[in-house]
């Protein structure tokens, strides 16, 4: 055990001088490579990752801000709306005011004219009747002598009195 | 916990063949007879007398713990299985003939014994060479051994065999190169989705490796230390846990000093040539030190060259073999009080198996522990020579 032995110092050092230099060349290169690889990739993967995330945010940002901006214009537009309305309301309720205004004055008038035309006209046929009566006693009055010359002489006194 | 409930029949199995020896010598063998049963009621496994496991014991007249625990955690010529199964391991030695190559079931089906004055030893023979505690030696007139009980005889000019240990390396490096292709492989093919089954397995522990020991420690440029990194940490780790592994001869791969001294040395080189020139002032002649200082500073600071890899070494081989130890005491006390009477060695093993499964849950921690340290220690090493001046 404590004893050195040459012949098992030989061996062991060829033994392991070509377990070495097989094992180097043929196992831990590649297992070492794949591992390094892998590694490089998870490590890739997850910077990819963040990055995605940073890129999700950015989005989702951008979003909010479109949203925001949309509502802020819906809200505007919906502002102009009410006032249109209102105002379209108020300007339709003046004018009819002034048409129903101009309509009465139109009526009013016509109603006068009217008025003014059948006085006219009762103002004729009252004389026209009044004519008509007139001439109708005046006839009568006339058709006996008496009073023919009665009339004539009361006439002509009111006419010496004048 | 089944599976580390098979540690115990397999240490047990082990022992019970020393003691089935010793107890032939024994003035008592009636206690022996019961124990025995009681253990393979226990554990209800069938043991046959192994001539080959002799040696664990030394042929020595009564039970010898520490003999049997460093036969254990020593290196062998045969991965031992249990009872007479084993695997028998190549020999190749090299002598002034040259080279000779030989299964090791020549030596373990061919033992001898030697009588001599501290008492009976064996040893393995064949052809022209002897196996004696797993060291080869010529065999020239027989196994001669000296007063200390060392042999005489000449060792082999190289052993290279593919031993217990070696073997448990290149089944590492295997295993290693199993998983890890078929890993890449999965990356390859399934691309750049989530890992699945082994990949899954071994992919927190590949970046466990990568950003918890390597960056931190080196810091800029660590990526270029991260493939050897890994390897000695695998390397470690999977080493340590084949030691738990039981039925595989109980492996002690890490806790050799011959290869923990080659992963040491790895780390030395390594730092050495790419130490910039910030870290070789500092060891040499450090800045802002009065000189008498440095006269002191600069030899240690080199000595520390040396020291680290060392510490890194001695502190792998202790702590694996640290925790072989402790689990063989274990069952070595079970033979120790069997020896006195059948229920003290009954009722020890009881409270012995209970504590070698703590023990093993804790050697699991200390497989994953001391490989993470090592490697730890190799990036900050790694790190200090790459360091750039920063006051």
């Not at chain 2, 078929?182 to 899954?200: D, E, F, H, N, W």
């Amino acid at each position: 055990m404590l004893s050195v032995s040459i012949g098992t110092v030989i061996w062991t050092t060829i033994a392991f001088l070509v377990v070495v230099f097989l094992l180097a060349k043929f196992a831990w290169k590649p297992i070492l490579n794949s591992i390094r690889e892998r590694e490089e990739s998870i490590e890739k993967a997850l910077e990819d990752a963040e990055k995605a995330k940073e890129m999700m945010r950015e989005l989702k940002e951008n979003n909010e801000k479109l949203l925001q901006e949309a509502r802020m214009e819906r809200d505007e537009l919906m502002k102009s709306a009410r006032d249109a309305k209102d105002k379209m309301i108020s300007e339709a309720k003046d004018k009819a005011k002034e048409e129903g205004d101009k309509m009465i004055t139109n009526a009013k008038e016509t109603i006068r004219a009217e008025k003014a035309a059948a006085m006219n006209e009762l103002k004729n046929l009252v004389a026209e009747l009044s004519l008509n009566i007139a001439e109708k006693i005046i006839r009568e009055k006339l058709a006996n002598e008496g009073k023919q010359k009665e009339i004539i002489e009361n006439t002509l006194k009111e006419a010496k009195l004048n | 916990m089944v599976f580390y409930s098979f540690f115990i029949p397999y240490f047990c199995g082990r022992i019970s063949k020393t003691i089935k020896l010793t107890e032939k010598r024994s003035a008592n063998p009636t206690d022996f007879k019961t124990f025995r049963l009681v253990l393979a009621a226990l554990f209800a496994v069938l043991f046959n007398l192994n001539s080959h496991s002799l040696h664990a014991s030394g042929g020595e007249g009564s039970f010898n713990a520490g003999e049997m625990i460093m036969h254990h955690i020593s290196d062998a010529h045969e991965i031992h299985i249990i009872g007479d199964v084993a695997i028998y391991l190549p020999v190749i030695i090299k002598t002034e003939e040259g080279w000779d190559v030989f299964s090791s079931s020549h030596f373990y089906h061919n033992e001898k014994h030697l009588d001599s004055a501290s008492g009976g030893v064996h040893y393995y023979e064949h052809d022209n060479y002897l196996l004696f505690h797993e060291h080869i030696y010529l065999k020239e007139d027989g196994l001669v051994l000296n007063e200390a009980g060392e042999p005489v005889n000449q060792a082999v000019a190289l052993d290279m065999s593919i031993t217990k240990n070696v073997a448990g390396i290149f089944l590492t490096i295997i295993l290693m190169l199993i998983i890890f292709m078929s890993i890449a492989k999965a990356y390859k093919t399934r691309g750049m989705v989530a890992p699945k089954g082994l990949q899954g397995f071994m992919e927190p522990l590949i970046l466990f490796v990568r950003d918890e020991v390597a960056r931190p420690s080196i810091g800029k440029g660590a990526d270029r230390f991260v493939p050897f990194l890994l390897t000695i940490f695998f390397f470690i780790w999977i080493s340590n846990l084949l030691g738990l592994i039981p039925f595989l001869g109980g492996l002690n791969i890490t806790g050799t000093m011959s290869v923990t001294l080659v992963l040491a040395t790895l780390v030395f080189i390594i730092t050495t040539i790419n130490g910039k020139k910030d870290y070789w002032v500092h060891i040499l002649w450090p800045p802002n030190v009065p000189w008498p200082i440095k006269l002191i500073l600069v030899p240690i600071e080199i000595a520390g060259l040396f020291i680290k890899p060392a510490v890194l070494m001695v502190r792998l081989t202790a702590n694996i073999t640290a925790g072989h130890i402790i689990i063989l005491a274990f069952v070595a006390l079970i033979f120790i009080f069997g020896e006195q009477s059948a229920g003290a060695g009954y009722g020890v093993g009881i409270g012995s198996t209970l504590f070698m499964i703590f023990m093993n849950f804790i050697e699991l921690l200390v497989a994953f522990l001391q490989a993470y340290v090592f490697t730890l220690l190799a990036a900050l090493y790694f790190g200090a020579a790459i360091e750039e001046a920063h006051h």
